[in-house]
């Protein structure tokens, strides 16, 4: 049996990475500013701009993501020790938590 507490950390190091890389790729999308604005500057200043703003998406991503797993993990591997079975309902209740 793992440890619930080394279950939920590395779930939420990799949630989180999992966050970053979503919010990375999907805020541009989400960040529609107006392209007189987007073009002032120079092309290094532009893009140093564009970088930090889907930098900072992400790390938002990727708190979520991070949070989500850990409560999900710890609450499946909780559930798991208490009824003392490994089956699908442990997942569904910590489903529910989350």
């Known amino acids: ?5 080394a279950k939920s950390a590395m779930s939420v190091v990799f949630g989180g990475l999992m966050g970053f890389v979503f919010g990375f790729m999907f ?7 107006d392209p007189e604005e987007a073009a002032k500057g120079s092309t290094r200043q532009q893009v140093v701009r564009h970088f ?11 708190r979520n993501f ?5 409560v999900f993990s710890g609450s ?3 559930l ?16 529910c938590f989350t």
Do not use: F, W
């Open 1 to 5: 049996q793992e440890n619930c507490l």
């Open 27 to 33: 805020s541009p999308q989400a960040n529609m500013v």
């Open 52 to 62: 930090r703003t889907v930098g900072k998406a992400g790390m938002r991503s990727a």
């Open 66 to 70: 991070a949070v989500v797993a850990g």
């Open 76 to 78: 499946e591997c909780a």
């Open 80 to 95: 798991e020790k208490v009824r003392g079975t490994h089956d699908m309902y442990n997942a569904l209740i910590s489903g």
